[in-house]
């Protein structure tokens, strides 16, 4: 069964995906990692670069969204799952759900979308499957 | 809110509106609540502490309305620039402090005494996967 996952992991299920997103059922997304400096005071700055790029993902909407006071305003969010290839272009895509979130790429009228990751889901190390939030959105 | 700290909040966000305030607090001015759409970071202040009003002998006569009025910043770690958030709070809330100054401006009565108090206590708030940092200071607000 092992020899399967791998199969699946390492080479069907990119070249599904890459198929996918070349007929324009999937998006491309970017994975962006934080790096984080401290200043003088022990101040903490984070700032974002991509780690990995163009990965073909599909998104969809979860029956949860909610309201809530937040910041002293008022927030949204909405929440998604996002499943994307663990191994891409011949390279594993690590995610941290607290250095990491996803961008899709914008596309036509859609433009890029934000998606801020909760928690990362490995089915049987093939694909991720991650619980996404978006915040004031329509 | 009292008609002398409704006067108290228009001057003090007509003292806070300012680009000294505003070139750091991008997201604006708001007083209790920022609108959804409101882009970090931004200043919040709103009235804390009503004081008692003190009152002339014979006919009470209304001398002296002092309030506890709260001014802070709020800054998300993913807000723009080089610094960290706890520095840009903090140099946003000393940007209000010399805003404001000493002295207010109302029709109909006179401020008598405009200071800081204290910095307020300093928290963080996590929303999603980020913090959210308040910073800020007490303002004693004395009208006549």
Redesign the interface.
């Known amino acids: 069964m092992a020899g399967v996952f791998e199969q699946l992991n390492e080479t069907i299920l990119p070249t599904i995906f890459e198929a996918l997103s070349g007929a324009g059922i999937a998006d491309y997304a970017d994975v962006y990692r934080e790096t984080v400096t401290v200043d003088t005071g022990g101040g903490v700055k984070r700032t974002w670069a991509v780690e990995y790029a163009d990965i073909p993902v599909v998104f969809e909407p979860l029956q949860v969204k909610r309201a809530f006071n937040a910041a002293d305003k008022l927030l949204t969010v909405q929440q998604y799952e996002i499943t994307m290839p663990q191994t891409y272009d011949d390279e594993r895509i690590s995610i941290n759900p607290t250095t990491d979130y996803i961008s899709v790429q914008a596309r036509g009228n859609e433009p890029a979308k934000k998606f801020r990751i909760l928690t990362a889901g490995d089915q049987n190390g093939v694909h991720w499957r991650l619980i996404c939030e978006r915040e004031n959105v329509e | 809110m009292s008609a002398i700290s409704e006067k108290v909040r228009v001057a003090l966000y007509t003292k806070l509106n300012v680009s000294g305030v505003t070139s750091l607090a991008t997201g604006g001015i708001?007083e209790?609540?920022?609108?959804?759409?409101?882009s970090?970071p931004y200043v919040?202040f709103f009235r804390i502490g009503p004081g008692p009003v003190e009152y002339a002998f014979g006919p009470p006569t209304k001398v002296l309305e002092t309030d506890l009025w709260l001014i802070k910043a709020?800054v998300?770690?993913?807000s723009a620039g080089?610094?960290?958030?706890?520095?840009l709070a903090e140099e946003i809330s000393q940007a209000c402090e010399t805003a404001i100054g000493n002295t207010l401006t109302l029709v109909g009565n006179t401020a008598r005494w405009v200071a800081r108090v204290a910095d307020m206590p300093p928290y963080e708030?996590q929303?999603?996967?980020?913090f959210?940092y308040h910073r800020g200071f007490n303002l004693r607000v004395s009208v006549e």
């Open positions: 708001f209790s609540k920022a609108p959804d759409n409101a970090f919040i709020v998300s770690e993913e080089s610094k960290s958030p706890q520095a708030e929303q999603n996967d980020r959210i």
